[in-house]
C-alpha cells in the first residue's frame, strides 16, 4: 500500500542534542513537506521541498535542518537550536503546490 | 492574525444532528482544503474545492468565493465523525491551515 511512514512515532530529546525524524514515502510524490503542530495552534510549515536536492524554508525554519538526497525520504533534523522543540511534527507529500497532501500519522517529540 | 478562521473552535453534538463548520480565509485563494485528524493524529484530506460544492457519502463541502467563505456540513453525524476538522487555504505559496474544529459526536 502507498504511503508515508513516519518514525518514530514518539521521541525524546535531552537538552542540547539534535534528533533526527524520519519520513518515507512511496506515492512517487515530488513535494514532501514538514509541519509543527502545537496545542490550539494551526499547522505551521517547519520546511519543503518541490524536487529532489532542493528545500525550503517555510514559516518556522529556525532550528530545524532537513535534506532531499532522494525523492522517497525527507528527514528533519531538531537542532539544539531549537529552544521549544516540544511539539507534534507531521510529515506530507503532494504532487505539487495546492494539491491535496497525504499526511503521516506524526512524531511526537518531548524533551527530558 | 490567523489567515484562516475556524468556527467553532469546538462543538458537541447528539448522534444524528446536521453538523456545519465555517471557514473564513482573508486572501485570495487557488483552492481551499478540507481535513479530518483523528484522535491518534493522523490526518486525511476530505476535500479540495475552488467553487461550488462537493460532496462524499454524509460529508459536504461548499465555497462562497466572493464572501472568502467555506462550510464543511456533516449529515447524519456519528460518534466516529468524532475529531479535529481543519481549513486550509491554498496559495501560491503552499498551505495555510485554520486551528481545526474539535468537534464530538456523543451517542
Known amino acids: 500500500d502507498g504511503g508515508i511512514t513516519q518514525s518514530p512515532k514518539y521521541l525524546f530529546r535531552k537538552e542540547g542534542q539534535n534528533v533526527t525524524l524520519s519520513c518515507e514515502q512511496n506515492l512517487n510524490h515530488d513535494a514532501m513537506y514538514w509541519y509543527r503542530q502545537d496545542p490550539g495552534q494551526g499547522l505551521r510549515l517547519i520546511y519543503y521541498?518541490?524536487?529532489?536536492?532542493?528545500?525550503q524554508k517555510g514559516d518556522i525554519a529556525e532550528g530545524y535542518s532537513v535534506s532531499r538526497e532522494k525523492k522517497e525520504s525527507f528527514p528533519l533534523t531538531v537542532t539544539s537550536a531549537q529552544k521549544n522543540p516540544t511539539a507534534f511534527y507531521l510529515c506530507?507529500?503532494?504532487?505539487?503546490?495546492?494539491?491535496?497532501?497525504?499526511f503521516g500519522d506524526g512524531t511526537r517529540l518531548s524533551i527530558l | 492574525k490567523n489567515e484562516v478562521e475556524q468556527s467553532p473552535q469546538n462543538l458537541t453534538a447528539q448522534e444524528g444532528e446536521f453538523i456545519t463548520i465555517n471557514c473564513s480565509y482573508s486572501?485570495?485563494?487557488?483552492?481551499l482544503h478540507w481535513l479530518q485528524q483523528h484522535p491518534g493524529g493522523g490526518i486525511v484530506s476530505l476535500f479540495m474545492?475552488?467553487?461550488g460544492k462537493k460532496k462524499h457519502g454524509r460529508l459536504i463541502a461548499t465555497i462562497n468565493i466572493q464572501e472568502k467563505h467555506s462550510s464543511l456540513h456533516i449529515t447524519a453525524s456519528h460518534p466516529r465523525d468524532s475529531a479535529v476538522y481543519i481549513c486550509?487555504?491554498?496559495?501560491?505559496?503552499?498551505?495555510?491551515f485554520g486551528k481545526g474544529t474539535h468537534l464530538i459526536i456523543q451517542p
Open positions: 486550509a487555504r491554498g496559495g501560491a505559496d503552499g498551505l495555510t
Open positions: 486572501v485570495g485563494i487557488s483552492a
Open positions: 521541498s518541490q524536487i529532489v536536492n532542493d528545500f
Open positions: 506530507a507529500s503532494g504532487t505539487g503546490v495546492n494539491q491535496p497532501q497525504h
Open positions: 474545492l475552488s467553487s
